[in-house]
């Protein structure tokens, strides 16, 4: 299977609850990245963490990294309608290169 | 600031014909840029890589071509399409010399009947 699995592939939440992700990957990576997607468009950049690094935030987004069991996790707080989308998370291969799951679809419920 | 456009947003052809997609790239210089395809619920597949004018990788060999013949111009063709090169087709750009973030253009809708 390819680098950069995601699960669940779907999640379903209330607005209010929290999100949570899951990424896990075969081989050493450089950095990874969660992408969203929101329906029929491009992806948006959500947040890097490197490999050295185990866990970093930005506004409602924690981004966890546990290079031993190579897998990451991603949390949305206080999830909102506007949070529906699909996530993807992508490891950096070095060259410039990232190689991308087949994504978590969320659905907020108002 | 860094802008990226693609077009057309979609384009519906009949099999056996010509295919060109466009992508550019505003605000940057010398930007490694890449073109994906994405079937329906799934992830990205990487097409092609360029870090630089004339300098194409193709990482899934098919019936597709890319060629850069700008600094901030990156074009995917095909000769002859078939059903299967159907997807949303997506061009991005990172920093070059960086393994790090890809900013994401629109996409196209390609449907090949």
């Known amino acids: 299977s390819q680098q950069g699995e995601e699960d669940p592939q779907a999640l379903s939440i209330q607005e209010g609850e929290n999100a949570t992700m899951n990424c896990s990957y075969k081989?050493?990576?450089?950095?990874l990245q969660w992408y969203r997607q929101n329906s029929g468009r491009g992806l948006v950049h959500l947040i890097l963490?490197?490999?050295?690094?185990r866990e970093k935030h930005s506004g409602r987004l924690r981004v966890t990294l546990d290079t031993s069991k190579k897998s990451s996790s991603l949390l949305i707080t206080a999830s909102r309608a506007a949070d529906t989308a699909s996530y993807f998370c992508?490891?950096?291969?070095?060259?410039?290169?990232?190689?991308f799951g087949d994504g978590t679809t969320l659905t907020v419920k108002p | 600031s860094q802008t990226i456009h693609q077009w057309p947003a979609t384009l519906v052809q009949p099999v056996g014909s010509p295919l060109s997609l466009e992508c550019t790239v505003e605000?940057?210089?010398?930007?490694?840029l890449y073109w994906y395809r994405q079937a329906a619920g799934r992830g990205l597949q990487l097409l092609f890589y360029?870090?630089?004018?004339?300098?194409i990788s193709s990482e899934v060999p098919q019936n597709l071509s890319a060629s850069r013949p700008q600094d901030r111009q990156f074009i995917l063709s095909s000769k002859k399409l078939l059903l299967s090169d159907s997807g949303f087709y997506l061009c991005?750009?990172?920093?070059?010399?960086?393994?790090?973030?890809?900013?994401f253009g629109p996409g196209t809708r390609l449907t090949v009947l």
């Open positions: 991005a750009w990172s920093a070059s010399g960086s393994t790090d973030t890809q900013y």
């Open positions: 081989t050493s990576i450089n950095n």
């Open positions: 963490i490197r490999s050295n690094e």
């Open positions: 992508a490891t950096g291969r070095g060259a410039g290169k990232s190689t």
């Open positions: 605000g940057t210089s010398n930007p490694n």
């Open positions: 360029s870090v630089g004018i004339g300098q």
